[in-house]
């Protein structure tokens, strides 16, 4: 198994830099079930976050490649399941993943809420607002 950083999975996703995403194809695509790439869950919000600041992807392009990494074979996401919840917590609603994963991390390590100051992850993202 081999971790695969951010910026892998961008070149790999984007093909936006010609060497750099000839080599990131290469090491994806070598992969396989018995030696898989990992994907953390720092990576993925990194990737989310990359897809849409930098490449100005739309929440659909976003959630189409979440989807497409969870369902690869020769990938391992780390805590796939929370992940999956997060997926789709982000589909049907307007917080942004960052929030869906960290509000379905906190649920399923028992937590009974997440709190923020973030009106936004309050509203969209399940989580308890604090008041300022």
């Known amino acids: 198994m081999i971790g695969l950083d951010t910026n892998v999975l961008v070149r790999y996703i ?22 898989p790439g990992l994907i953390t ?4 919000v ?3 976050w990359v897809l849409d600041a930098c490449y100005q992807l ?5 959630a189409d490649v979440l989807e ?9 996401i780390e ?20 929030d869906c994963l960290i509000e379905r991390c ?5 937590c ?4 923020t100051f973030d009106r936004n992850a309050a509203r969209h993202a399940n989580m308890v607002p604090l008041h300022r």
Do not use: C, N, P, Y
């Open 14 to 35: 984007m093909q936006d830099d010609r060497e750099q995403a000839a080599q990131a194809s290469r090491v994806i695509e070598a992969l396989t079930i018995d030696e």
């Open 79 to 98: 805590r796939a399941a929370v992940v999956w919840q997060a997926q789709r917590a982000f589909v049907s609603g307007k917080g942004d993943f960052a």
């Open 41 to 44: 869950l720092v990576a993925l």
């Open 112 to 115: 009974s809420r997440t709190v």
């Open 68 to 76: 497409r990494l969870l369902r690869t074979r020769e990938l391992l």
């Open 58 to 62: 739309d929440r659909s392009q976003q």
């Open 106 to 110: 906190a649920a399923a390590a028992g």
């Open 46 to 48: 990194e990737l989310v």
